[in-house]
């Protein structure tokens, strides 16, 4: 098997980072916009902070080279219920952002997606170490 490029798994690293912190100061700051989406989901204060120390926890995991399989895991949960407010409560563009916030979510899915493929040997490796079925 191939192995993958470092410069490719940098810049999926980067892209899911550097999204996702971006996004920190709106939600640790109570920006209208979080609020107001965490207030349509019921789920205000505590869903707008709890996903930010979700995303912070994902963002120090995505850039470690050996905890990014776990930042990456992290992220597509946070992301698989963001794009799922999306699709269900809050649309695909939300306070007239044209879409920019699903999108935000759909690419920091979509690169901790190739992540979790490019790095699943250390997924495997955790599971061995953590995980020994009994095997002491």
């Not at 912190?21 to 709106?26: A, E, G, M, R, V």
């Not at 979700?54 to 995991?61: F, G, H, N, Q, R």
């Not at 219920?81 to 409560?89: D, F, M, P, R, V």
């Amino acid at each position: 098997m191939k192995k993958q490029s470092p410069i490719l798994t940098w810049i999926l690293r980067g892209v899911a980072a550097i999204i996702l912190f971006q996004s920190l100061f709106f939600k640790f700051s109570a920006a209208d916009e979080s609020v107001y989406i965490f207030s349509t989901l019921g789920m205000e204060p505590w869903g707008r902070i709890g996903s930010g120390v979700a995303e912070s926890i994902a963002i120090v995991l995505l850039l470690i080279p050996a905890t990014t399989a776990l930042g990456a895991l992290l992220g597509l949960a946070v992301m698989t219920g963001a794009i799922g407010a999306h699709l269900t409560q809050l649309g695909i563009v939300v306070q007239d952002d044209n879409g920019q916030l699903f999108l935000y979510a759909c690419l920091v899915f979509l690169s901790c997606l190739f992540l979790v493929f490019i790095k699943k040997e250390q997924l495997t490796h955790l599971k061995d170490r953590f995980f020994r079925n009994g095997k002491e």
